[in-house]
């Protein structure tokens, strides 16, 4: 199973908004709505953010939404706040019992 | 609070074995599925096994299918992962993670298990 496909890279003032792109195929992301994003500051542990497309688990601030268009999933994160700067990460079920991740974006708070 | 603490990482030669551990807390362990991620260093993210609340049923990335048991003990509230043959390129941090619907929801912080000669 490959990975999904993220920009390596995102960037954003404070206030912007920034959207990170993640690319899979029809037998990932576009087949199911199991798709997360997860948060990963440097030296930390994953933090999920959305789920199932579109879906914030409770804490995480409205400022960031998920939502998906066939084979690509998108996060949005509105409003970048300094803390924002992070990695991030999204997954999807694959089929078959599987689970891939996507390679990861470096988002940047200008 | 959910808590998840993996134990068992170090330093091991390419084809000995080691189990990891993860002791779980703050919630129901036997109502929750449970999976293993890791991260190679300064790389990203890998699925690499996940079982069921009942350990029925039982998932392996390709990468590790054969070499990597995972298992449970609902009773200690606790998660496993056997690993043999280990690889160079096993090296990683491993997370255990709480999973609902093929989503890790709640991590902990990792074991860093490396091989090398």
Redesign the interface.
Known sequence: ?S?LTQPPSASGSPGQSVTISCTGTSSDVGDYN?V?W?QQHPGK????MI??VSKR?SGVPDRFSGSKSGNTASLTVSGLQAEDEADY?C?S?AGS????????TKLTVL | EVQLVESGGGLIKPGESLRLSCTASGFTFSDYSM?W?RQAPGK????VS?IHYNSR?K?Y??SVKGRFTIFRDNAKSSLYLQMNSLRAEDTALY?CARE???????????TLVTVSS
């Open positions: 199973q990975a199991y997360s997860y542990a994953p933090k999920l789920y199932e688990p990460y997954s079920y019992d599987n689970v891939v991740f996507g390679v990861g | 999976t991620v990203g993210l890998e699925w996940s049923s998932y990335a390709d997370y609902v619907w093929w989503t890790p929801d709640s991590w902990g912080q990792g």
